[in-house]
């Protein structure tokens, strides 16, 4: 069965400073990934997504993330952290073809201080 | 950018009650789903829906679901009788019909049930 772990429940950063959050996946097949963002009252917004080629991808708002596939992670990073990047960060794998659903890993809160 | 929307933001309901919860979702897109997020958990998928019928549902969607799509705009999640662990915020979702499944998935802002 696929999984999504995301092992940091919350983190804080400086405005400024750069960000990883972490994502480990567990999948039969190959995987398509994607990372969300969820603002405080919001929906989930795609950040980024990838299923070939390049094995860095950039998205929305200056993010990034790479997939590795030796390690199975697809880690999110930005180099420097706004204040309004404060959210709740999904990550997420899925099949490519068929009609199957998405699978969440529990979310990371990300807090900015000044 | 188009946008899913979901109605209302918050419901409230007493535990036995039946709810509703209302999307609509953009227009051109063919492929519904809702997912839910209990407090402090991962969100969850609960069901999929195309061409007017359900096409996966996960285990949390028994007999106490149904879903409906009642007049080609709006897509509706019942719950016949509620029960406190049904308190959750819950997403509706829709893509278009494309080849690449998950192309995009597109969420509304969720509504959030909390049962007393």
Redesign the interface.
Known sequence: AQS?TQPDIHITVSEGASLELRCNYSYGATP?L?W?VQSP??????LL?Y?SGDTLVQGIKGFEAEFKRSQSSFNLRKPSVHWSDAAEY?C?V??????????????TRLTIIP | EPE?T?TP?HQVTQMGQEVILRCVPISNHL?F?W?RQILG?????LV?F?NNEI??K?EIFDDQFSVERPDGSNFTLKIRSTKLEDSAMY?C?SRQDS????E??F????TQLSVL
């Open positions: 999504v398509y994607f969300y009252g919001q929906g989930l917004q795609l997504k299923f999904f997420a899925g099949a490519l073809f068929g009609n199957e659903k998405l699978t969440f890993g529990t979310g | 899913v979901q933001s492929y789903y997912y958990q991962k969100v969850e998928f999929s195309y096409s996966e996960s997403f979702a080849a690449l499944t998950n995009k998935l969420f509304g802002s969720g």
